[in-house]
């Protein structure tokens, strides 16, 4: 008989037999575990029985694409929750090591429903976890995720037959093949190809190579140590190393990927770092000119220009601002028809006719070299400087537990729509409006913002604020929201300030 969840602890003799889960992995749109701490391999069975329960029982085609990321752990954990799907009765086709857009890709090359991508995405090696989903171009949000976890604690899985396992070689060549497509290059332009040794080291270089971009490679042997930085172009360490590799090489800018591939960071041509919702401007710029009158979704965390950008006004774009997450990026995009979705962490959701409404850091980096192709006298800091000028901070993130940390928003919220109310000022300017689609949202009468809100991947709460007038207005504001935070004991340091 096996032991309940709940009483499996590491090094015993029901750890190698009996599932350990713990709760918390189970986030808002995929699943995130520190690996042996918090699951293991026959917790990952249960995950891969769970999900296989999930798929049948919604009447799905039990057919799924399976793949894994580049750390040391990954495959034990995959071959895991493949034993999992195979008892549900589901038919796997792995296609091997692979970023996780390959993945995504992989349903529809190979004409699956459903897919499950086990990667830690930009989490520190110590981390593991499943992005999953069967209504493609969607992943799993908080509905499925809610209902894969009661299947999974609460022992709901179902053992089928028909499970069956099959390897599908050729899906990265295939992948890669639809990326380039007949686009090559017609201006000169190099490239800091920046990968922090991780899964994207397995393709970048290639594709850029094959649009004919000049690479400068940056940490492009694949080592899953990380022995340089973890993978996460949201984080300064690895845009500050993009940064002095393009001033060393003159090159015309940096791309950078992250742990899993799906996400792309931009560095100019002198070396400034720009914020990914920032990158996004610029692509929206460029696309409204092309495509009159889109939709461009961005997450709370993302810049106001999509919405004031007089540019993007006078091509009739419109913005809709939504909750962070690739999940729910993906289906807003979807529901609206949107031509593009942009996160300030970095995943873009390029739709139809330019890609298929995933996130894919890969597309992203040949639709930016397309719009360089496009713009043969300008450079990227051209570009940059041709937007209006804000002030923003990167995206900071103080810890606070997994186990408290939606409760300690909550007080904050209420907080800080309470200040509102009671006619406070923030920053030194009055409130306008609090938005709490995801979090607070609060915007002041000039356009400036600051937000607060819980990540979804990690024991942290999110700060992002951005002025639309000074620096020094954006530290005020970044003090008053910071003032409200630090009224709760529970929230520790921040991982980064600015």
Known sequence: MSKPIAEVTPNTWSFLRDAMIAPTGFREYDARWKYPDEINLPGMTALGLGLGTQIQQRGIEPVIAVANDYRDYSLAIKNALIIGLMQAGIRVKDIGPAVSPMAYFSQFHLDVPAVAMVTASHNPNGWTGVKMGFERPLTHGPVEMAELRDIVLNGQGQARTGGAYEFVDGVKEAYLDDLVGDFRMTRPLKVVCATGNGTAAAFAPELFERIGVEVVPSHNELDYTFPHYNPNP?????????AATVRESGADMALGFDGDGDRCGVVDDEGEEIFADKVGVIMARDLSKIYPGSTFVAD???TGLFASDPELQANGAKADYWKTGHSYMKRRVHELGALAGFEKSGHYFLAGPIGRGYDCGMRVAVEICKLMDRNPDLKMSDLRKA?????????????CADTEKYDVLERLVVKLVERHASGQPLGGRAISEVVTVNGARVILDNGSWGLVRASSNTPNLVVVCESSESEAELRAIFADI??????EEAVGEYDQTF
């Not at 910071?482 to 009224?487: G, K, L, N, S």
């Open 234 to 242: 949201e984080a300064m360490e690895m845009l500050h190393d993009m």
């Open 300 to 302: 709370v965390k993302s």
């Open 387 to 399: 937007l209006p000028k804000t002030w923003a901070t990167p995206t900071m993130s103080p810890w």
């Open 482 to 487: 910071d003032a409200v935070i630090r009224t």
